[in-house]
Nanobody, 118 residues
């Protein structure tokens, strides 16, 4: 089992920045990918960004490319999402996720609220 705990959400004005953190524990050594998803009110959960735990290029949703950066710290079993140039449409609950292969995302955090005011 892998446990994920997010932190770093909050309220920010449009154009501002926030950094989310996600700490993994348990069988963290078995993680292949870590990623971030988000769910806005009334919408389905959507992919934001992901990174392979062993290295390699991260990948992003088109809506956040150039504004968000995902980075992993293997030593700390933590993944970060640096969000800049935030827009009101970025408002959502952000979830950290992990998977042990290239298939389903099997582990999820509890979510952290990000609210961007205009």
């Amino acid at each position: 089992q892998v446990q994920l705990v997010e932190s770093g959400g909050g309220l920010v004005q449009a154009g501002g920045s926030l950094r989310l953190s996600c700490a993994a524990s348990g069988r963290a050594f078995s993680i292949y990918n870590m990623g971030w998803f988000r769910q806005a009110p009334g919408k389905e959960r959507e992919f934001v960004a992901a990174v392979r735990w062993s290295g390699g290029n991260p990948y992003y949703a088109d809506s956040v490319k150039g504004r968000f950066t995902i980075a992993g710290d293997n030593a700390e079993n933590t993944v970060y999402l640096q969000m800049t140039s935030l827009k009101p449409e970025d408002t959502a609950v952000y979830y950290c996720a992990a998977r042990q292969g290239s298939g389903e995302w099997g582990y999820w955090g509890q979510g952290t609220q990000v609210t961007v005011s205009s």
